[in-house]
């Protein structure tokens, strides 16, 4: 694990460096444990495709439940008033040499991998990753995901099916999405909106139901479709959601807050050895990508 951390804080680029960096810091290494020769890069590379990854998911899980405990160091900076878990579901593709993975098929000639990622808004740290290949869609796998009962959830409209919809609003779980423009609906009750110097940009709040056959036997009980205008991007997003006792307000600032894991993404690929693997075999991907969360972890609760 040393080892891996190391080579995400020196950004090395191969086993060779990620050896020879650590030959070259022994005197520090003596204080991470490491007080005899280091490892070679035929071990380092025989580790990581034989070690068992999950090991790593654990020892990731275990610390963050660790940080977060008493909201001490891992905490939200908003909606602090809701006592739910808040999370922010999306996922990112990580481009791949397809001769070399040839099992990450994404287009033609052309591989790369999907990391779907459920991020916990405690932190905007991951409380899920899995990893498939490239071509797979966000619905496919949004269907084996089991997200905890009474919590929200906060996605794009890649994330639609209204069959899982309402799967979790019988599980006591609140979502807040974008609604997709093929969707038909009608409109049952328009809510009142704030006076004016309260509302902000929502231009709309009202009850509707999905019109059509096959949506509404996925989705049979009422909707709240929420309109709100975006001043820096110059658009209306609308905004869909099973919960009526928020303010309006508060649901598409929720939604705005979806930006915190495509922010986590961009870090984790700018900041981390994340877009290209020093492993060809799935374990030693996994490996890498574990350890990269234990590493933004620390800087998180060192910063």
Not at 63 to 86: C, H, P, T
Not at 167 to 181: G, N
Not at 242 to 263: C, D, G, P
């Amino acid at each position: 694990m040393v080892t891996m951390l190391f080579f995400h804080f020196a950004k090395t680029n191969s086993v060779r460096d990620t050896g020879n960096g650590l030959r070259s810091i022994t005197g520090n290494a003596n204080h991470l444990g490491i007080q005899k020769m280091v490892f070679s890069r035929s071990s380092i590379s025989y580790i990581n495709e034989h070690r068992n990854w999950q090991m790593f998911r654990e020892l990731y899980l275990l610390m963050k439940e660790f940080f977060q405990k008493d909201g001490l160091y891992l905490q939200r900076k908003k909606f602090k008033n809701i006592s739910r878990k808040i999370y922010m579901l999306d996922s990112t593709v990580i481009s791949l040499c397809l001769k070399v993975f040839d099992w990450a098929t994404y287009r033609n000639q052309k591989g790369a991998i999907k990391l779907h990622t459920l991020l916990n808004y405690d932190g905007c740290l991951p409380s899920y990753v899995c990893m498939t290949a490239g071509s797979q869609s966000d619905v496919r796998h949004s269907q084996y995901m089991i997200l905890p009962a009474h919590s929200v959830v906060v996605m794009d409209r890649g994330y639609q099916p209204f069959r899982l919809n309402w799967q979790w609003t019988e599980r006591d779980i609140y979502f807040v999405t974008r609604l997709k423009e093929t969707i038909n609906y009608r409109s049952l009750e328009e809510r009142e909106l704030p006076p004016a110097q309260t509302a902000g940009n929502i231009l709309k709040d009202e009850i509707i139901e999905l019109k059509e056959e096959d949506t509404k036997n996925d989705y049979t009980d009422k909707l709240r479709r929420i309109a709100a205008y975006d001043d820096k991007q110059d658009r209306t997003i609308i905004i869909l959601t099973n919960n009526f006792s928020w303010t309006a307000e508060t649901v598409a600032e929720l939604y705005k807050q979806r930006l915190s894991v495509e922010i986590f993404f961009k870090e984790l690929k700018q900041h981390l050895k994340i877009k290209s693997f020093i492993g060809t075999n799935e374990n030693a991907m996994w490996i890498q990508i574990w350890t990269a969360m234990i590493t933004m972890l620390l800087l998180r609760y060192m910063r």
